[in-house]
């Protein structure tokens, strides 16, 4: 049996929607967010120094604690995925850009996003009412000069990626699309993906996936 401690609004949206994709027996134990600093709670801290979600408890190992996403995801497909469903065999010719694109979302793809989400929030509560003139002014000369361009960077070199495949890593779903649907939709709902087709058809086919779905029922949507 597998335990999620999962986190409202975050990245372990992905993994409920592995296991649903593994099919794998698992509970979900919910933490909500600090609604001032819309950090996570200190509850998840018992489980793991670093206090972040998504974490796992693999109560068949003997209570194994595993964190970040990628570390989950390869925990779980080493252990679930023996028919390689959802990652290419070692030797397929699509292994490669399977595991660079397992890796891109979390090492490249969502630190400028994340960046982004933080220099939007100088100019609100809670920093001081003095200070968010600063702060905004701040926000939008770090935007304009460094995460506008590089986002853009970001969002294009995907677009193109998907030229000549259905998903990142080849013609056969794998768990680098689960990994890469989180920067995307979290592009999606700030930005926007206008002008990249190949990605808008991307995301509407994941949330086609039924999977997906049941991953919706069982954690709702995500509000970014």
């Not at 408890?57 to 469903?85: C, K, Q, T």
């Not at 080849?170 to 087709?197: K, T, Y």
């Amino acid at each position: 049996m597998i335990r999620l401690h999962h986190l409202e609004n975050s990245r372990s949206q992905r993994i409920v929607w592995l296991l649903e994709e593994l099919e794998v027996d698992y509970d979900i134990e919910f933490h909500r967010r600090d609604p001032r600093t819309m950090l996570a709670p200190d509850t998840l801290k018992r489980l793991h120094p670093l206090g972040k979600s998504p974490l796992i408890v693999d109560e068949d190992a003997g209570g194994r604690v595993v964190a970040e996403s990628g570390a989950i995801i390869e925990y779980l497909l080493e252990r679930h995925d023996g028919d390689f469903r959802l990652s290419p065999d070692p030797g397929h010719e699509d292994r490669q850009d399977y595991l660079f694109w397992l890796h891109h979302a979390e090492a490249s793809a969502m630190p400028p996003l994340v960046m982004s989400l933080v220099f939007s929030r100088l100019g609100k509560s809670p920093v001081p009412w003095w200070l968010r003139p600063l702060g905004r002014r701040f926000a939008a000369g770090v935007r304009q000069r460094y995460l506008g361009p590089e986002i853009s960077r970001l969002r294009q070199f995907w677009e193109d990626s998907l030229a000549d495949r259905q998903w990142f890593s080849g013609n056969a779903f794998s768990a680098a699309d689960i990994q890469m649907s989180f920067p995307l939709m979290a592009l999606a709902s700030r930005a926007g993906l206008e002008g990249c087709p190949r990605l808008e058809d991307f995301l509407q086919r994941v949330r086609d996936r039924d999977a997906y779905r049941r991953t919706l029922e069982k954690v709702g949507d995500l509000t970014l």
